[in-house]
């Protein structure tokens, strides 16, 4: 049975947790594969992927942010939407709250990248940059809305690094909200472009908090 706290995120006003989950705070997890086969994977696209009003809204404000850092606008693409609303599923249908899954297969951001992928019948890039934000709420209301769940995002230092990344290229977002009214959100970001060295993005690798580097393929 599913226990609901009101507590209080990190900067942010009140949010709900679940259980031990924080719905804020929670570790990006950003991972780079080199040594794959070349194409883009915007070829994924369909009806049933195109945003819904809340995932369009995320991306708006996401993108509101890097334009006033001069930084490059992220493109939807239908792919990481497909892995990011899978994601969120998975974490409300098995009552976790994490990037990683204990989907055999899907542990990972990249993995779950690299699967979908696959399953799609594509090529995939010769070198990617896969970033994750997730998020929870117990409630979605005019009060902790969308733009709550922003900037919640934004002011813990390892989601903001990944919404501000200059390499990302491209972002989905999946929302999923359950029958109970709890709203699930995952945040895929790409960055597809071989020009881009595979180096670590900010943070301290290994400290559980921001990055994790040169992830093989498999």
Wanted: charged residues 20%.
């Amino acid at each position: 049975m599913r226990s609901t706290l009101k507590l209080r995120a990190i900067a942010a006003a009140p949010l709900f947790f679940s259980g031990l989950h924080v719905t804020s705070a929670q570790p990006v997890s950003t991972v780079s594969v080199s040594s794959l086969s070349a194409n883009d994977t915007t070829q994924a696209r369909g009806s049933q992927y195109e945003p819904n009003d809340n995932e369009r809204e995320f991306v708006n404000l996401i993108n509101a942010e890097r334009k006033s850092r001069g930084l490059t606008l992220l493109q939807i693409d239908p792919l990481l939407t497909r892995i990011a609303r899978a994601h969120s599923r998975e974490m409300a249908e098995k009552n976790y709250f994490d990037h990683y899954s204990p989907t055999p297969g899907l542990a990972t951001p990249m993995a779950r990248y690299i699967a979908t992928i696959k399953t799609a019948g594509m090529m995939a890039p010769v070198f990617a940059i896969v970033g994750e934000n997730i998020y929870y709420c117990s409630v979605l209301n005019a009060k902790y809305n969308v733009e709550h769940a922003h900037r919640a995002l934004m002011n813990s230092p390892h989601h903001r690094a990944n919404i501000l990344e200059p390499r990302y290229e491209k972002v989905g977002i999946g929302t999923y909200q359950d029958a109970v009214g709890e709203f699930w959100v995952s945040e895929e970001f790409l960055c597809n472009t071989k020009d881009y060295a595979p180096k670590p993005l900010a943070g301290k690798p290994g400290d559980g908090s921001s990055t994790v580097a040169a992830e093989p393929s498999e």
